[in-house]
């Protein structure tokens, strides 16, 4: 049984005091780490005073990006290094977001991966189709493809530790989330593809996470998918009690 995971990706929102105000609110009342895995990936300003904020509770801290090499000339680039120092034990990398606007590639995506291995940050990769490839009928393709690139080159062991986010990208901040259904088969193709590239027990271990208009209204239905281990959320993490509610809705499905 793989354990639930629900990860708020806070994008760029939010003031420091906000961000602690939230931390302070949401901490007593996380569900017990052994139901589900709860992290919070917040801008990089917020990092360290996050990671104080929930000491000695039930939440993770995460980041939304980070450089692939360790130090030097990156003029605001986030160290993998920094980041493990901090104590962030996860990393967002290669949302769709940052594919479209930042220029990340699936070459920046594999040596990301990568070098949050080498740091001991979880990576969150994710993947996803765009409305035009959905309705060529290329999401599978696209998002086996998106995977295979992402994984080259890691170990068995490393792939057993993963997180794949699977969000289309038309449904992320949209409101118009996949239908469980077919986020189920897509997720289910990606465990497909790990277990070709590498073995039944790594595509076993391997958690997919769906993203795109998760809220509490949907949660539920998503969660009780075989293939679907969790969610990666953006707005309905903005809520302290929505983002409660997701937690309680993943811990007890
Ligand atoms: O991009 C997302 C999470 O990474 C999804 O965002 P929304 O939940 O706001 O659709």
Same mark, same amino acid.
């Given at each position: 049984m793989r354990k639930p995971l629900i990860a708020g990706n806070w994008k760029m929102n939010k003031t420091i005091q906000e961000a602690v105000d939230f931390a302070n609110e949401v901490k007593g009342l996380v569900p017990d780490r052994s139901k589900v895995d709860s992290i919070i990936c917040a801008p990089a300003l917020f990092l360290d005073r996050l990671l104080a904020a929930v000491d000695g509770y039930n939440v993770h801290i995460g980041a939304q990006t980070m450089h692939? /090499? /360790? !130090?030097?000339? @990156?003029?605001?680039e986030i160290s993998p290094a920094a980041l493990e120092d901090l104590g962030v034990s996860y990393c967002i990398i290669g949302h769709s977001e940052r594919r479209d606007? @930042?220029? /990340?590639t699936d070459e920046s995506v594999n040596k990301k991966t990568a070098a949050a291995f080498r740091h001991n940050i979880k990576p969150i990769i994710c993947v996803g189709e765009t409305l035009e490839q959905r309705e060529r009928n290329e999401t599978k393709g696209h998002v086996a493809n998106q995977v295979s690139k992402a994984l080259q080159g890691l170990t068995e062991e490393q792939v057993k530790q993963l997180i794949i986010a699977y969000e289309p990208i038309w449904a992320i901040g949209t409101g118009k989330s996949s239908t469980a259904e077919d986020a189920n088969e897509v997720c289910g193709h990606i465990r497909q593809v790990v277990e070709s590239s590498y073995s039944g027990s790594a595509a076993q271990s391997v958690k997919i996470l769906y993203g795109g208009s998760v809220n509490p209204g949907n949660i539920d239905e998503l969660m009780a998918k075989p293939e679907i281990d969790g969610a990666l959320v953006g707005?309905? !993490?903005?809520d302290p009690h929505s983002f409660l509610r997701l937690l309680e809705a993943a811990a007890n499905g």
């Open positions: 692939y /090499e /360790e !130090s030097g000339a @990156f003029t605001g606007m @930042f220029n /990340e707005g309905a !993490s903005l």
